[in-house]
Structure formats: structure tokens, C-alpha cells
């Protein structure tokens, strides 16, 4: 019983260290997206979103197409998809998605985040929680595609939704 008791304390805690390693590489899974949707757009110089399922958990980038005067957003196919379609692991999902296209918080809808051919991504926060209920908050940055990511759930005030993101009451305070 003594050896059962030593091994399992030297385990059970290294299982908490797997899971957070898990989260964080979900994390970097998910900045590395933005970062792609972010320089595709500046290089394709066309308009690119995004996706973000959070009843899935999927997320995927999108670009503008036109045919005559009537534009609409592919998934990116074929050769040209280094980023194909990516998904939270277990234990992590998306609690809700912040843009200033969305005056509410989005929670079961597909969201999407907006990036701009003249290298600007709309500002935009992704609240992560995982099975143990810890909360992570992630912010675009709209001039670098820099993705902040921060402890706990952080509502942040250009992102309240009584106000909607950028409300002329949040720019006031």
C-alpha cells in the first residue's frame, strides 16, 4: 500500500502539468491562426475571417471571393492551406467570442473574426474555459495580429456587452 501511495503522489500531480500543457498548446494552435489570417490577408490583400464554432470547438480561416459584383467568404482549399481547419481539444472550449460586428457576446452561433488586406484585424476577445474551470481570455490586437492572452475571464470594458465593443460610453470612461 506505501508504494501505491508514493507513486500515485508523485503522478496524480504531473496530470495537472499535462493538462495545462494541453491548454496552452490549444492557445498557440489558436494565436498561430490569427497570425496566418492576419499576414494572408495583408499578402492576398483580401478580406479574411476567422471562423469559430463554439458548440464544435472548430475554427477555421475563410477569404473573400468575388464573382461579378457579388462577393462572399470560401474556406480556404488546395495547396495554398498551410492553416486548415483547427480544433479545441478535450477539455477546452470557446465560452464566448467578443467583436464589434457582435454587440453580444456570441456562445452558440458560428462567430467569426474580421481581417482587413491593409493589415488591421478587428479588435476581438475569446473567452477559453476548460473542464477544471479555469478561464482564459485572449485579445486581438488590431494594428500587430498580436494575440494577449491572459489568466481568468477578463471582460473587458470596450467589450462589456450592456455597452457593445466601441459604444461611444466606452470610449467616455
Request: charged share 20%; aromatic share 10%; with cysteine.
Amino acid at each position: 500500500m506505501a508504494i501505491i501511495a508514493i507513486v500515485m503522489s508523485i503522478a496524480l500531480p504531473r496530470f495537472g502539468d499535462v493538462f495545462q500543457t494541453n491548454v496552452k498548446g490549444a492557445m498557440r494552435k489558436f494565436t498561430g491562426m490569427v497570425k496566418f489570417c492576419f499576414h494572408e490577408s495583408v499578402i492576398k490583400q483580401s478580406y479574411m475571417r476567422l471562423m469559430i464554432d463554439p458548440m464544435t470547438g472548430e475554427y477555421w480561416p475563410t477569404i473573400m471571393t468575388s464573382s461579378g459584383s457579388v462577393g462572399q467568404f470560401v474556406s480556404l482549399t488546395g495547396s495554398e492551406v498551410i492553416q486548415k481547419k483547427g480544433k479545441l481539444p478535450g477539455g477546452i472550449r470557446f465560452v464566448d467570442i467578443v467583436t464589434p460586428h457582435n454587440i453580444f457576446k456570441v456562445d452558440k452561433d458560428e462567430a467569426f473574426i474580421s481581417f482587413f488586406p491593409t493589415g488591421f484585424v478587428e479588435r476581438s476577445v475569446v473567452h477559453l474555459g476548460d473542464s477544471a474551470g479555469r478561464f482564459y481570455t485572449l485579445v486581438m490586437q488590431p494594428l500587430t495580429g498580436d494575440v494577449e492572452i491572459m489568466d481568468g475571464y477578463i471582460d473587458l470594458q470596450d467589450t462589456n456587452e450592456t455597452q457593445g465593443p466601441f459604444s461611444a460610453s466606452a470610449e467616455e470612461s
